[in-house]
């Protein structure tokens, strides 16, 4: 990837007005890293994102393996992180990230004790676990590999794992990629009290192998969306295709895209979901920063508004703000 300040020129050379600044919006899921993490992306280039025109009123941070403690038990290892997260919101002002979902080994017999960890460190923040089932079966192809062990989703433990997240009323987010959904569609049959997030559309892939097969992939994803919907528990956030991983380019080419550009290419994934679902049990998600490699927080949300500017107004703000307070219980007026 091009360094911060190439980066940000490169975005850059795509401004476009902010479409209905006054929408309230909820961004469900990004990511904070301190510095020298994974990517350079803290509290102050998460502001300079969503002070960019749209009206951004909560986020959830999403697990990233960021700030884990160094020592000590390796099994409490991702408190660090929440520790890390809940520390960045307090010198927060106004404080804009309202939920935490962490991350913790849900096969671990000392489950109850690791999410009471999380629990006292979040600051009334902590909302569910992601123990992502992304297992990269082209790792060398990938820009961001997903290690879990093959079976992760059959696991009994893994399961009733899961099953104890819905017991103590917290969320279970998956990452995983499309060849995965049918794992994950048994995982939610196994755990139907627990309320299940499912992340990026289930990543369809469109890289290595999987590169120029995009017609083919949306045939059997699409089947795989229809069949998840069918499960009350399973909810789908809408973004996070603006990957390296799911090959459209985006990143590679000589401007970022606009919003039409964006749609033109994706704009199937987002009308199947939502028709599946319905608004509902849909939220929009940015997945910033990974996504800010393809283009920028403007240029995102003002897709978004593109694409559902023909809705009734009930069901847009549910897919932009409402779905994502609901299933994270987030503490956010969404009336001005």
């Known amino acids: 990837m ?8 490169w975005l850059g050379s795509v401004v476009e007005d902010v479409i209905e600044p006054e929408l309230l919006i909820v961004d469900p899921h990004h990511h904070l890293w301190p510095p020298g993490g994974a990517l350079p992306y803290g509290l102050d280039e998460l502001h300079a994102d969503i002070s960019d025109g749209h009206h951004i009123v909560a986020t959830v941070f999403i697990e990233c393996g960021a700030a884990y403690r160094a020592d000590g038990d390796e099994l409490f ?5 929440t520790e890390f997260v809940a520390a960045e919101a307090d010198r927060d002002e106004p404080t804009l ?10 096969r671990s017999e000392r489950l109850d004790e690791v999410l009471d960890a999380h629990e006292a460190a979040g600051g009334g923040r902590f909302r569910g676990i992601r123990h992502a089932l992304s297992r990269a079966i082209e790792p060398e192809a990938l820009t961001i590999p997903g290690n879990a062990p093959e079976g992760l989703a059959a696991d009994p433990n893994f399961q009733r794992g899961v099953r104890r997240l819905g017991e103590r009323g917290l969320t279970y987010d998956s990452w995983h990629y499309h060849y995965q959904n049918q794992e994950f569609l048994e995982l939610a049959r196994a755990a139907p009290e627990t309320t299940m997030v499912l992340d990026h559309f ?12 995009r017609d083919e992939i949306f045939e059997s994803w699409r089947t795989d969306i229809a069949e998840l919907a069918g499960c ?8 996070g295709l603006a990957m390296p991983d799911n090959g459209f380019g985006f990143d590679q080419a000589e401007r970022p895209p606009s919003s039409a550009v964006f749609l033109a290419e994706q704009r199937r994934y987002y009308e199947h979901t939502i028709e599946c679902f319905g608004a509902e049990r849909c939220m929009f998600e940015s997945n910033f920063p990974v996504d ?22 009930d069901e847009r703000a549910a897919l932009f703000s409402g779905t994502a307070a609901r299933i994270y219980r987030l503490d956010v007026a969404l009336t001005d």
């Open 232 to 239: 009350p528990n399973v909810v789908a956030k809408l973004g």
């Open 202 to 213: 289930g990543t369809p892939l469109g890289v290595g192998s999987f590169a120029g097969r």
């Open 97 to 106: 990230i309202r939920g935490i979902v962490a991350r913790a080994d849900l």
């Open 292 to 313: 800010r490699m393809s283009l920028s927080y403007r240029t995102f949300w003002n897709a978004c508004k593109l694409l559902t500017a023909d809705l009734a107004t």
């Open 77 to 81: 290892a991702p408190v660090g992180e």
């Open 2 to 9: 091009v360094n911060v300040e190439d980066h940000q020129v």
